[in-house]
């Protein structure tokens, strides 16, 4: 089981994501943005860092420099529905695992999440 921090603004797709990480066996620290999942992350417990790409306040680039700052090596898994922001991210954010564009199957994410993960421990 990895603990997942996931930043989502979405307030109806937040909990929605969370319960099917959580379902798949994981355990899910979820917020709904960049500034509140920040503080997570300094504990050093986090596995992997899912999070939206924009958001108000601190957005998805941000917090994952911010992540990996403290926590090298953190896989991240972006989701977005702007196709042009996802490109950015692809090219200024070392260690991207994915980018998952909005809508997005389920069985997409769980199978984005096992091979960041499988990554991360092959590494």
């Known amino acids: 089981m990895a603990c ?8 109806n797709l937040r909990p929605f994501l969370a319960r099917s990480l959580e379902n798949a066996g994981h355990e899910v620290l979820a917020f709904s943005d960049g500034e509140d999942a920040l503080p997570a992350i300094g504990g050093g417990q986090v596995d992997l860092l899912i999070s939206d790409l924009v958001m108000p306040g601190m957005n998805g680039i941000e ?9 090298p090596g953190l896989p991240v898994i972006f989701i977005t529905g702007f196709s042009a922001v996802a490109l950015e991210a692809m090219e200024t954010v070392a260690g991207i695992s994915k980018v998952l564009s909005k809508p997005f199957h389920l069985n997409s994410l769980v199978e984005a999440v096992n091979a ?8």
């Open 4 to 11: 997942i921090l996931l930043a989502e603004d979405d307030e």
């Open 63 to 71: 917090l994952a420099r911010h992540a990996r700052e403290k926590i």
């Open 116 to 123: 960041a993960l499988m990554d991360k421990a092959a590494s």
